[in-house]
């Protein structure tokens, strides 16, 4: 397993160097000095949203195992795995299988511990989905004008999930996918992995329909706590946007920007995806869309940070704590 914490500590690493070699130093100190201190409401926002997150997160645990894990351990996991998926080439995918490797050396089985990272994860998905329609759509009929642009973003947001999940059952219940290479040894015990981790899901959100339920309600508040910050940065960039915008064009963002998964760090993706949906409110200053994507851009640098801090100190705690217990065993062995 020290392969593993190696990984892991060097992708929290080379997110770290990604992040800070794309950022101009004079052009964060530019946008820095228009937020000023204020900037601490920015990273109290998304910190407000990573806690909600965790929670979230904790609710889609079996009650077998978590009752013994702490929120704040949960808050730094999800944060470090987080970090992880920002610079790692397959994403969330990597960030995920992080979570739950550091959830399984605190005592859950692997397979329990994915399966609630992807219900977790599943429920933010939709939640995010759900909302970014919902305010898009209210958009235009309070505007009282068709965006073209919007319109699109809204279609693309309910047809691609659709046909991953028509994929996805299908895959299950029949051999679409039955090429010469789904035949091996290696790929049959991925395949059983999966539907034991897909059957452990099914079976926790059946068990716990009214827990979901609660889950659900905390997702929506975890992306409403998020775009705070969006909302914020063009409100000490004197632009006067209502929170309602800011939540459509946050969701619209994180939308558009998980099309370019496979490209670490999402750099430009995101930029670009900010361009987009602050053209839908008629924001097209340049100044304004650079900086708050330099802004967001520190704030992410800021979490990477307290990810690779927390990954140290958490992976110093439990060394400490094993050889304490070693030392215990061997002492009481002699006697």
Not at 16 to 37: E, T
Not at 52 to 62: E, F, K, Q, S, V
Not at 201 to 209: E, N, S, T
């Amino acid at each position: 397993m020290k392969w593993i914490k190696l990984l892991v500590l060097m992708l929290l690493v080379a997110s770290l160097v990604w992040f800070a070699s794309s950022i101009d130093p004079q052009d964060v100190l530019d946008a820095m000095s228009m937020v000023g201190l204020s900037y601490f409401w920015v990273i109290l926002a998304t910190a407000t949203a990573y806690i909600l997150g965790a929670i979230a997160w904790r609710l889609c645990i079996d009650d077998a195992y978590s009752h013994h894990l702490k929120l704040r351990q949960l808050f730094a996991i999800r944060l470090i795995g987080e970090a992880v998926t920002l610079v790692n080439p397959s994403n969330f995918i990597g960030g995920e299988s992080t979570k739950a490797y550091l959830l399984q050396k605190r005592g859950i089985p692997y397979t329990v511990a994915f399966s609630s990272v992807i219900l977790s994860r599943t429920i933010l998905i939709i939640v995010q989905v759900l909302l970014f329609v919902m305010t898009a759509t209210s958009y235009m009929v309070i505007s009282e004008r068709f965006n073209q642009q919007l319109f699109v973003i809204i279609l693309i947001s309910i047809i691609v999930p659709a046909i991953l999940v028509m994929l996805l059952i299908l895959t299950q219940k029949t051999q679409l996918l039955s090429f010469p290479f789904t035949r091996g040894q290696k790929f049959l015990k991925f395949k059983a992995s999966l539907q034991e981790t897909f059957t452990l899901v099914r079976q926790h959100y059946q068990a716990h329909r009214g827990k979901m339920a609660l889950v659900i309600l905390i997702a929506a508040c975890h992306w409403m706590a998020g775009s705070v910050e969006l909302y914020l940065l063009f409100s000490y960039l004197g632009v006067e946007i209502s929170y309602h915008e800011a939540l459509m064009m946050d969701m619209g963002i994180i939308l558009l920007k998980s099309f370019g998964v496979f490209v670490p760090g999402q750099i430009g993706i995101e930029e670009y995806s900010n361009k987009i949906l602050f053209a839908v409110v008629g924001m097209v200053n340049t100044a304004i869309w650079i900086s708050i994507s330099l802004l967001r851009r520190l704030r992410q640098l800021i979490w990477i940070v307290i990810g690779l801090l927390l990954y140290l100190f958490m992976e110093g705690k439990h060394m400490t704590g094993h050889i304490e217990d070693r030392g215990a065993h061997e002492k009481l062995h002699q006697e």
